[in-house]
């Protein structure tokens, strides 16, 4: 089956918006991602909603190779959101014909924090915009039970869940948990792999995700029995940041491996 595969923007980190897309595109991808908020404080970002030359050499360079935008991130909920503070991000990822936007939540009220994503989904409803939940375990969605609580209780028509296969294996989650998600919450899913052994501490577990992950198939994650319980027409977002191996390799050469890796893996997979 034909599958619609997305460059993250953690898998080539560093890379402007332009030059990404030019990667993306010699590498095979059909989307990429983008980060226009951090991830966080003094965090990689590239705010093209503050640089519109950036802006336009980004329009340009999809307009050259032909890759799309398919996620923005990140939009973190927080005790101090205000959902009107991010209308720009909103203008933007329309512009840019974004289908997504990534979710994060650290607000330590739950009842807030369901207002504040419903408040978030209300508003990007008509950019065209999903707001995608996004569960890791050293945040106030710390896992896929949690995440479904908010969006059921948000009930918004283009609300949904980001499964990350690292988030989800670090977090205790079963693949049994993932067939019984509904369909329209599931926009796309990120694919990477890791060491079998889980680590404990929070601080490792933040470094493992955003800066050594594994090429999907090399690690112990339960990478089959994760993906056969997802929809067989998800786009996948290739997310395998790793410092080390793009210092060697170099960010081209990197995104291939990883997007070469995902595609064996899955098709591995299919009938």
């Known amino acids: ?35 226009l908020l951090p991830a966080a404080p003094g965090g990689l970002a590239f705010p093209l909603m503050e640089e519109p030359a950036l802006r336009r050499d980004t329009l340009a360079a999809m307009a050259d190779t032909g890759v799309t935008i398919f996620d923005l ?11 009107d503070d991010y209308l720009a991000f909103f203008e933007v990822g329309a512009e840019l014909g974004a289908r997504v936007i990534l979710v994060a939540a650290d607000d330590p009220d739950p009842g807030r924090l369901v207002a504040s994503y419903a408040a978030l989904c209300e ?15 050293w945040t106030r969605v710390p896992d896929l039970a949690t995440a479904q609580h908010i969006v059921a209780q948000a009930k918004q028509p283009n609300s949904g869940i980001i499964v990350d296969a690292l988030h989800f294996d670090r977090s205790g989650g079963r693949p049994v948990q993932l067939a019984e998600l509904p369909r329209d919450w599931l926009h796309y899913a990120q694919l990477c792999d890791g060491p079998a ?12 995700a955003r800066t050594e992950r594994w090429l999907p198939g090399e690690g112990g994650i339960d990478l089959a029995g994760f993906w056969r319980e997802l929809p067989a027409d998800l786009p996948v977002s290739v ?3 790793n410092q080390r191996r793009i210092a060697e390799l170099g960010h081209e050469r990197w995104a291939r491996e990883a997007l070469l890796a995902s595609q064996r893996l899955i098709e591995s997979l299919e009938p």
């Open 239 to 241: 997310e395998v940041p």
């Open 1 to 35: 089956m034909a599958r619609d595969y997305s460059l993250s923007h953690l898998t080539t980190e560093g890379l402007r918006p332009p030059e990404m897309l030019e990667v993306a595109a010699r590498t095979g991808y059909h989307h990429a991602g983008l980060r």
């Open 73 to 83: 991130e990140m939009i973190r909920l927080d005790a101090r959101f205000q959902v």
């Open 197 to 208: 052994q889980r680590p404990v501490e929070e601080a490792e577990l933040i470094h493992a």
């Open 123 to 137: 508003a990007a409803r008509p950019f065209g915009l999903t707001c995608d939940l996004e569960f890791m375990p």
